[in-house]
């Protein structure tokens, strides 16, 4: 059977697809031998590039003594160590966690928690979730609830949770009436109007993604947008969980993507840079002061999963989590966050349909457009991202382009998200292979 046949057929397959053999670092092998190199971490997972020796021995380490302690019966040192990493790396009072085995798990358990968090506190009528259109929290039914991404939820309908949804805020597609530099208070104010329009007393959390990833294309939070919801959260009692699944872990040069915004979220989710895809690994992070509430009153989360806190996995992110600290490989991301933004401008130059180039830390996206000036898209039909991507690929590299980005439907985006262990080298390989690619597409399609 081939491999397309194998597939759902999704909306965004992607056809026949070539078999992986083996990989080493940033490049990638199929078993015919074709080399690619992995300039987005597939899907921002492998931050430290893969068959790391030191993390696979970790990994064999922990299975030759036991796989997997079951929760209720054990802890083992894997998950305490991995905890201690973790609350470290946070700093703040962001001290507890449920593990689990990834982004969507992660995000349904942050939903979870910050419900059980209410209704410990006596407050069953703050049940309603606020989130963002141009916004991805994952496929299980509550996170798919909370995201905005048309085309993944619309044969769901109907059985999604009612969510409040508010415009993106994004610096370079301001919601009418906003500029780029007013566009966070803007949408901050939104977040407020929804809140009174609801009534606080119905509202459980506001959920976002603080530098939006697949859905969006690296648009990072304007300028003190952060901050301001922050503010109008505690004003209400609502909750603040920062999705940083792919955002996170470093990914835009500081452990908690939030950091920079220098706001702490109430409930947080941290999952593909946590153990890097070498085994499946998320956890939903919770403040102390969500904690004293519900282990106040219930003793503990009232969610988790038979593989919550898999002893394996949690080996595998502590071996993740020590190189990224011992090698500074987040301060590495941060230090050469303004190269790899100008490397991009350099080798795009000329390319009329680039409209934004934009991101943090080793996250950037290129996005297209049919105008420079009224930053008109190009249309859905034409599914250039996909075509990017087959033909990035067909050069030998793995980008991750993305479509939907402007109006759920229009938009076509190139994200990359290279190893933050990546070379010089590697990096203008990577640059080079994107933008060759871009102008290869856009001439074929007789846009260029
Ligand atoms: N949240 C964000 C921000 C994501 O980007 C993703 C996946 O891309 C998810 C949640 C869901 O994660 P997973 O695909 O591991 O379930």
């Not at 890097?276 to 919770?286: D, S």
């Not at 759920?408 to 190893?419: H, T």
């Amino acid at each position: 059977m081939s491999s397309a046949a194998a597939l759902p057929q999704h909306i965004h397959s992607t056809g026949d697809l070539p078999k992986v053999a083996w990989a080493k670092g940033s490049y990638v092998y199929d078993v015919d031998g074709k080399q690619y190199i992995d300039g987005s971490g597939g899907p921002a997972v492998y931050c430290i590039g893969h068959s790391n020796p030191e993390v696979n021995g970790a990994i064999k380490e922990q299975l030759d003594r036991i796989a997997h302690g079951y929760r209720y019966n054990f802890s083992s040192d894997a998950l305490e160590e991995l905890t201690e990493i973790i609350r470290r790396r946070c700093g703040g009072t962001l001290n507890n966690m449920v593990y689990v085995t990834g982004g969507s798990e992660a995000v349904e358990s942050c939903l979870k928690l910050a419900l059980q968090y209410h209704a410990a506190n006596g407050e069953m009528s703050r049940r309603r979730f606020i989130a963002r259109e141009r916004s991805w929290h994952g496929n299980t039914l509550g996170a798919l609830s909370v995201s905005g991404f048309l085309e993944r939820k619309r044969a769901f309908e109907g059985s999604l949770l009612d969510v409040s949804r508010l415009s993106p805020a994004n610096s370079y597609r301001p919601v009418a009436g906003a500029t780029a530099k007013t566009v966070g208070e803007a949408c901050a104010k939104e977040l407020e109007d929804e809140i009174l329009r609801v009534g606080p007393e119905k509202i459980c959390a506001f959920v976002f993604e603080p530098v939006v990833g697949a859905a969006g294309g690296c648009v990072p939070a304007p300028e003190g947008y952060a901050k301001r919801v922050r503010d109008i959260c505690d004003k209400y009692g609502v909750l603040l969980i920062s999705d940083e699944v792919m955002c996170g872990a470093g990914r835009t040069g500081t452990w908690r993507a939030l950091e920079q915004d220098g706001v702490e979220p109430d409930i947080m989710s941290v999952a593909k840079g946590l153990a890097a895809g070498y085994l499946p690994l998320g956890a939903a992070i919770y403040t102390d002061r969500v904690a004293d509430v519900i282990h106040g009153k219930h003793g503990a989360p009232m969610t988790g999963h038979t593989f919550t806190g898999h002893t394996a996995c949690c080996a595998a992110g502590v071996a993740v989590q020590k190189i990224v600290e011992r090698e500074r490989l987040v301060e590495r991301v941060h230090a050469m966050e303004g190269k790899l933004r100008s490397m991009l401008v350099e080798a795009t130059k000329g390319i009329e349909a680039v409209g934004d180039i934009r991101g943090r830390g080793f996250f950037q996206a290129i996005e297209l457009v049919a105008d420079r000036t009224t930053k008109k898209p190009f249309g859905a039909e034409r599914k250039l991202f996909m075509k990017i991507r087959q033909r990035a690929f067909d050069n030998g590299l793995i980008c991750y382009p993305v479509g939907g980005n402007v109006d759920g439907v229009n938009g076509d985006v190139v994200i990359l998200a290279p190893p933050y262990n990546v070379t010089d080298d590697e990096l203008v390989e990577i640059v080079d292979k994107t933008a060759a690619s871009i102008r290869q597409v856009l001439k074929a399609e007789g846009l260029a």
